[in-house]
């Protein structure tokens, strides 16, 4: 079952502009990672944040995780062409399996 | 190897045809997992392997679909008598362990059923 949920589904900003994308899950968990999908293929890892943590950044990116709201948010500051791609939360509960949301589809535009 | 390799990467096939998806994960990764992708949507879990555990086989959608790992090498994804509605991308994950949270992801295999 999906309990991951972003929102907005799609979501077209700007080149430069930051652009927002939310996460929502229903049970506990372990933690929360956020993946990257370019052109419906491979998804690449951008980063994890333990549900101790609050927040946590990797270059242009910042994650917050708010476990009381059950929900997190991925920041991408100053969005280049390179960043147009879907963007999925997975999260982890007591098991091994990552449930995974439908995804924000991004679009950068120039 | 460096990465996760998945073969073919696009496979077209006829309604009733058997198709074998291969997927070679990270050298010393542990586990392995199967999702089935379809167009425009998120990923959806198949089947897991870790070690020389048995599979968790619980996302596999009928029994025309089957997964074997060879200790903790090469996997295949095997789906017999193929329909229209198995058109999708089939992607393959390694990680070093299961208490290991990132995914480390092939390019995936494009199947079309005509």
């Known amino acids: 079952s999906q309990q991951g949920e972003e929102d907005p589904q799609a979501l077209s900003i700007q080149e430069g502009e930051n652009a927002t994308m939310n996460c929502s899950y229903k049970t506990s968990i372990n933690n929360l990672q956020w993946y990257r999908q370019n052109s419906g293929r491979g998804l690449v890892h951008l980063i994890l944040i333990r549900s101790n943590e609050r927040e946590k950044h990797s270059g242009r990116l910042r994650v917050t995780l708010d476990t009381s709201k059950k929900s997190s948010s991925l920041l991408i500051t100053a969005s280049r062409a390179a960043d147009t791609a879907s963007y999925f939360c997975?999260?982890?509960?007591?098991?091994?399996?990552?449930?995974w949301g439908a995804g924000t589809k991004l679009i950068i535009k120039p | 190897g460096a990465g996760v390799s998945q073969s073919p990467s696009n496979k077209v096939t006829e309604k009733g045809k058997d198709v074998e998806l291969r997927c070679d994960p990270i050298?010393?990764?542990?586990?392995l997992y199967w999702y089935r992708q379809r167009l425009g949507q998120g990923l959806e879990f198949l089947i897991y392997f870790q070690g020389n555990s048995a599979p968790d086989k619980s996302g596999l959608p009928s029994d025309r679909f089957s997964a074997e790992r060879t200790g903790e090498s090469v996997s295949t994804l095997t789906i017999q008598r193929t329909q229209q509605e198995d058109s999708a991308v089939y992607l393959c994950a390694s990680s070093r362990d299961r208490r290991t949270g990132e995914l480390f992801f092939g390019e995936g295999s494009r199947l079309t059923v005509l």
């Open positions: 997975a999260t982890d509960g007591s098991n091994y399996q990552l449930i």
């Open positions: 050298s010393g990764h542990t586990a």
